[in-house]
């Protein structure tokens, strides 16, 4: 199996939400700056035309009070003529009346359009006067006197400083206002890009809490624009669930083929050792029985090892009697051991079952004793015990049969296929340490090896969680 790949190593464009915060973020910057410069100029005009109105007002009623008597003009400027003015700012008021473009009363310098405006139609200008940016509005009449008809003109002016300043209050306050809107308008961005890409997030989470084995399809509910991605996710799943499912199948028929036939073959061989007498056929013979012999335990410890991978992809978790099952299968290896003359011993205090796959354990057991007897001299003893520690049951095996090669790193020999220094002779494929060491693993405990106590042997113990 290749280890899986490092989540980093994952080709990753960018992220959705953070581009969608950054593009809400700036569609919100931006909007803001227009109605920023909107609210601006709305304010700006509003303000010229309120001025605007109170000057023409006040020009109006001037003009208003201009009495023409026995043809001479008389003018008594009234009160609230300029007082208006300044119920809107404590601006400087300056006017001035001219008949036929001569001054007749106020302020002599104050400047007059370049062409006279028209009866009826004032005319409106913004200038410097005295220093301070002025507004005026002028006024014109024609009015017959005596001698004649006469061009009078009335204009009112007032500085712009209270205007200037209530502007820069106004725009102050659109600043204000324009940050609010911004920061608002952001913070909903955020939250929009946040919950968008919510369900994606929703569905990662339901399929990487799913355990190894579940290849149930996707029933998740999730926005129509996924639905292709969970569609084809979920077939991805069937298909994989037929396949190891036809993978097992294959495994459990391949075991049963390949047995069967070489025990046939090997049972042959005997039976023709037997009667051939011939010692160089004898030797052939004994060299095939061994090739077979290699090829049958290769064959099953390979689909073993492919049962393992997959019954520990689902491990299967049932109460399983240690006792019993090292007990039985012990029994079933005396005869093995009894052509070496091996003492099985086996011992057990009583354990609580634990929860587990029966097969599995078995199958690590039986590799571990296997190994016990097949390294093991002649007229020797294994001590098979199962006991039980304060978290974990412990099923111990324990041999005289010299330990482990010192100069090889036992975490190495537990890998697949490597065999030790000392297993020259011996048939075998390197794959018995590794189903054990897997089967423990996939029940959340530990294969471990270790000298034995007297130094005559080693002894490899599995240990299996009680939980
Ligand atoms: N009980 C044992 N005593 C000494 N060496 C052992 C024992 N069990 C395993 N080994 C060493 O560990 C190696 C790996 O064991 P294993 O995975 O069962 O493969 P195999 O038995 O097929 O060689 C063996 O080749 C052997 O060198
Ligand atoms: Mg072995």
């Given amino acids: 199996m290749s280890p899986p790949r490092p989540e980093s190593q994952l080709r990753t464009s960018g992220s959705l939400s953070r581009r969608l915060t950054l593009r809400l973020v700036l569609s919100a910057a931006f909007l803001t700056l227009v109605l920023f410069f909107v609210v601006l100029a709305f304010v700006r005009d509003i303000s010229q035309r309120t001025q605007d109105s109170i000057l023409l007002a006040s020009a109006t009623s001037i003009m208003d009070s201009l009495r023409v008597e026995a043809g001479q003009i008389t003018l008594d400027i009234p009160y609230a003529a300029l007082s208006m003015l300044g119920n809107v700012s404590n601006d400087r008021v300056f006017y001035n009346v001219r008949k036929d473009g001569e001054v007749l009363t106020g302020y002599e310098d104050l400047p007059a359009p370049s062409q006279a405006p028209s009866p009826g139609a004032p005319s409106y200008a913004t200038e410097e006067y005295r220093g301070a940016s002025l507004r005026r509005v002028t006024l014109a009449r024609r009015l017959s006197l005596d001698g004649g008809p006469a061009d009078i003109e009335i204009t009112v002016a007032q500085t712009r400083e209270g205007q200037t300043a209530e502007l820069a209050r106004l725009t102050r306050w659109a600043l204000m206002m324009g940050g609010g809107f911004f920061l608002v308008s952001a913070l909903i961005g955020i939250w929009a890009a946040q919950s968008s890409v919510q369900p994606l997030h929703a569905l990662t989470g339901v399929v990487s809490r799913r355990g190894p084995k579940d290849l149930r399809p996707v029933r998740h509910a999730v926005p129509s624009e996924m639905a292709p991605l969970v569609q084809s996710l979920n077939r991805f799943i069937e298909r994989l669930r037929v396949s190891l499912a036809r993978s097992e199948d294959f495994i459990a028929e391949a075991a049963h083929r390949v047995r069967t036939p070489l025990a046939t073959v090997r049972a042959q061989a005997e039976i023709t050792l037997r009667r051939v007498e011939k010692a160089e056929n004898r030797a052939s013979l004994r060299e095939m029985i061994r090739a077979i012999d290699e090829s049958s335990r290769a064959a099953g410890q390979l689909l073993d090892h492919a049962m393992v ?55 690590a057991v039986r590799n571990i004793l296997d190994n016990a007897i097949k390294y093991a001299p002649s007229e ?88």
């Fill in 309 to 363: 991978t997959f019954r520990t992809d689902s491990l299967e978790r049932k109460p399983v009697d240690l006792d019993g099952l090292a007990r039985d299968l012990v029994e079933r290896l005396r005869p093995v051991a009894d052509l070496k003359d091996i003492d099985l011993q086996y011992s057990c205090a009583g354990v609580s079952p634990l929860r587990g796959d029966a097969i599995l354990i078995q199958n």
């Fill in 380 to 467: 020797t003893g294994v001590l098979i015990d199962v006991r039980q520690g304060p978290l974990d049951v412990i099923i111990s095996v324990t041999d005289e049969a010299g330990g482990f090669p010192a100069e090889e790193d036992t975490a190495v020999l537990t890998q697949r296929f490597v065999r030790g220094s000392n297993a020259a002779g011996t048939i075998g494929s390197g794959l018995g340490l590794t189903i054990a060491r897997e089967v423990a693993e996939a029940h959340g405990g530990k294969l471990v090896i270790e000298p034995s106590s007297t130094g005559a042997g080693a002894c490899v113990s599995l240990s299996f969680p009680l939980r």
